[in-house]
Structure formats: structure tokens, C-alpha cells
């Protein structure tokens, strides 16, 4: 469920009508319902009560400062990829001990920064990271906690580019590696090797390969006698963009809860795309209508820049009117939405049933909330839109559209050449 539905024909985020903040705010732009949000982080800490995890809102999913803080204002941690989401999880006011970082290439100034913070874990996917955290903690004269991630081999039914948890894929260790970091943790006096962490994909729609990878870990655990306090099972809940018939938060906890009561550890969460994807739309604005002899196009002014997910994944995204009139159903036609931008890649959605769209007319491509603005670029030298957070009956810009000097910041014409 979401807070984006209609009202006498119009669109409304929560109480407020989309066309009135379009009228305000220069389209294409990020619209996100803090309701929407809460209400689904709200779902997933009800349903795994029973263990009472720390659940820490995977930041790449959607990264704004203000959506953040949303989290964290309700009770929620932060998982962190990079350097730059440290930074983000500062501004939004995290507690450092609700703050995991993942990830296969963390620095030396990452690594620092977040030890000097204090975070709570990290989690580790190889024996020079480990080595290189040792290496930085002594120099710091502090004990760090450390979850090592595995790769649990094990194949979910997702996008190959998002299913981490396969042997092949460069996350995570093998189970073997890991039984032999937990006999030598004395090489790591300043590590408290705490927790084991897993990750097995995203958008997953079933809980089998969850089952399967918690499955494994947990009786690894019982057959090394792996001393650790924490479980961290990750994020991936998959939701629905289309005809995915994804399982509720709490049905997944029910096929999951048992045995992680049985483990007695603490358990950790990670989710993303559960919280955030159907907490916002983009919203974009009709061009130009182009009949050519083999198809119709509705040339928007959003593009891959904006929303990378059909191109990069072949991801399906909803796309529907923000104003419909009553007759519409007559005019529908089957139609491909595509950008400006010059790639035959550039589309948002393909052979879609619409309404005849004038040109600036509004549409909205819903389950943008993750990975929509976090994966958007300048290609094209195309600013970035807006972001926009609406709670209940109104709205703030949490973030401005790019200018022109945004776009190159930073850049200069070598003397030489003037
Ligand atoms: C991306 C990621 C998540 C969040 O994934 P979702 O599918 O958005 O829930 C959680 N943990 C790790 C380690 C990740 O890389």
C-alpha cells in the first residue's frame, strides 16, 4: 500500500494533488510520501517483532538527507555503502551505533572516518579488508565490531545484476574462508569478529532463498561453534511494480522467525527497496507525441538519467496520468515512453496502454522511491530534478533541481588552452 492514489480523476500524494506541487516545481522530479515510508518500515519492525532486530534502512535505496532523517526519527539505523552515505548518515543525525557499513572496497579514509564515528558493525567480505580495518584500528587505539559477510551460494529468482548472494558474484566469503578467519581471530586483536551478515539480492519475492542462505549460516555456526552475538540477514524484500506477487512483510518474517528464535542471536536488518520503493513517483511531463510508421512515442521530459531501472534492468515501472479525463478509455493507444536523451536505451516504459497525452500533460512513474534518484547521473548534461517530500498537506523541496553551474562545478580549462 502507498500513499499516491486518486482523487476525482487527479493524482494526490497524501493530501496534497501532484498537479498543484508540478505547478510549483520544474518537472521531471522526485516525489516521495513520508507516510509511505514510515508506514512501511512501521510493517517490517511489526512483523519481526518477535526478535526485535535492529533494523538499519539500506541508504543507497533512497539517500536524501530528509528521507533519512525520516528513518532515524522514527527509530531506524542506517546500513551504509560508501564514504559519501557516512557523510549522509551524519547529516540525518544517526546514532553511530545503529549505523552498519557493507561493501567489497572500502579505503583507508573510509574505514577511518567510520571508526573515528563509532559504528556499530562492519560488515567484512575479505581477509585484506579485514586486515586493513586491524591495520587502522590499532593506529587508532580502538576495538572495532566486525560481521563477516557470506556468500551463501545460493540462487534467487531476481535480475542477475542484483542477486548478490550466488558463489560467483565478488560478495561475501565462502563458508570455508570464514571458519578459517574465526581460528585465527588473534590475528586481529583490535576486530571483535561479533557477527555473521548475509545479503542474497534484491527484489526477492519469495522467502526460499532467505530460508536457504539462513539455513546454511546457522548450522555452519552450530557445526564450527562460531561464537558470534549478531545475525545480519540483509535487505532484498522484494515489492511490486507490476504482476510480482510479493509476500507481505509479515508472511516472510513467519517463515523466517522460527529459526531465528531458535538462534538465539541478534538479529540485524537491512532493507531497502521494502521501505522506500513505493514511497515515491517521478514525475514527468509530456513533449511531443511522434507516429512513425511502426510505433507511437510520448516524448517526456524524465529520461535514464532520471530513472536508470528499465534500462539497466529491464525493470517495469508503472506510468499513469496524473489527471485523468472521464473519457479517457476511448483514446487509449499503445505507446512507448521515452526521454531526450540519445539512446535507443531511453525509455521508461515500452508498449503501454495510455490515454491520448497532450503535450504538458503530467505523468507519474510510480515505485520510483529506490534506486530512482540514488542511480540517476548528468548524462547528457542533463541536471538532475528535484526531490520532493510531501507530509500530509504539504510539501517541502528537499532537494533543488540542478542549475547549469551545478553541472560543472568543479571543472576547468587548463591555461594552456585558453
Ligand atoms: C543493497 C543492499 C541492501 C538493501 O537491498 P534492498 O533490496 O533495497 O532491500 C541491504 N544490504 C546490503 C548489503 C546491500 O548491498
Known amino acids: 500500500m502507498h500513499e499516491f492514489a486518486f482523487k476525482n480523476n487527479e493524482l494526490y500524494c497524501e493530501r496534497m494533488k501532484v498537479g498543484d506541487i508540478a505547478k510549483r516545481v520544474p518537472t521531471p522530479f522526485y516525489l516521495y510520501s513520508y507516510k509511505t515510508l514510515i508506514d512501511h518500515y512501521r510493517k517490517i519492525k511489526a512483523a519481526f517483532r518477535p526478535v526485535n532486530p535492529l533494523i538499519c534502512f539500506s541508504v543507497k535505496s533512497s539517500s536524501n538527507i530528509a528521507v533519512l532523517r525520516a528513518m532515524v526519527k522514527n527509530g531506524a539505523g542506517l546500513d ?128 526460499a532463498p532467505f530460508q536457504a542462505a539462513i539455513h546454511k549460516i546457522l548450522d555452519f555456526i552450530k557445526k564450527y561453534h562460531i561464537a558470534v552475538e549478531y545475525f545480519n540477514i540483509g535487505g532484498g524484500l522484494g515489492i511490486m511494480y507490476s504482476i510480482e506477487h510479493p509476500q507481505t512483510a509479515r508472511s516472510f518474517a513467519e517463515k523466517i522467525l522460527p529459526m531465528l528464535k531458535r538462534s538465539k542471536l541478534k538479529i540485524i536488518l537491512e532493507p531497502g527497496r521494502f521501505i522506500s520503493g513505493n514511497s515515491g513517483v517521478l514525475i514527468t511531463r509530456v513533449l511531443y507525441n511522434k507516429l512513425t510508421p511502426r510505433k507511437k512515442f510520448v516524448i517526456v521530459d524524465g529520461a535514464m538519467n532520471d530513472l536508470i531501472r528499465p534500462s539497466l ?100 580549462i587548463p591555461r594552456i588552452l585558453k
Open 80 to 207: 551504509i555503502v560508501s564514504g559519501g552515505e557516512l557523510y549522509r548518515a551524519r547529516l540525518a543525525g544517526v546514532n553511530p551505533k545503529r549505523v552498519v557499513y557493507a561493501g567489497v572496497g572500502k579505503r583507508c579514509d573510509e574505514i577511518t572516518e567510520a571508526i573515528k564515528f563509532g559504528i556499530f558493525f562492519f560488515n567484512v567480505e575479505s581477509e585484506e579488508e579485514l586486515q586493513e580495518i586491524q591495520r587502522v584500528a590499532k593506529s587508532l587505539g580502538k576495538k572495532v565490531n566486525v560481521a563477516i559477510r557470506i556468500n551463501p551460494d545460493v540462487i534467487p529468482k531476481t535480475h542477475s545484476y542484483i542477486a548478490t548472494g550466488k558463489g560467483e558474484t565478488k560478495f561475501g566469503l565462502d563458508f570455508e574462508t570464514v571458519h578459517k578467519i574465526f581460528n585465527s581471530s588473534w590475528r586481529y586483536p583490535n576486530l571483535n569478529l561479533n557477527g555473521l551478515h548475509v545479503h542474497v539480492g534484491s527484489q526477492i519475492l519469495d522467502a
Open 313 to 412: 534492468y529491464e525493470a517495469y515501472h508503472k506510468i499513469v496520468p496524473v489527471a485523468v479525463d472521464g473519457n479517457s478509455s476511448e483514446t487509449s493507444e499503445k505507446v512507448d515512453i521515452v526521454g531526450p536523451i540519445c539512446e535507443s536505451g531511453d525509455f521508461l516504459g515500452k508498449d503501454r496502454l495510455l490515454p491520448h497525452m497532450e503535450s504538458g500533460a503530467l505523468l507519474a512513474v510510480m515505485g520510483a522511491g529506490a534506486y530512482g534518484f540514488t542511480m540517476s547521473s548528468n548524462y547528457n548534461s542533463r541536471r538532475r530534478g528535484a526531490e520532493v517530500m510531501v507530509i500530509g498537506n504539504k510539501f517541502y523541496v528537499v532537494r533543488k533541481k540542478e542549475t547549469y553551474r551545478d553541472l560543472v562545478r568543479g571543472e576547468s
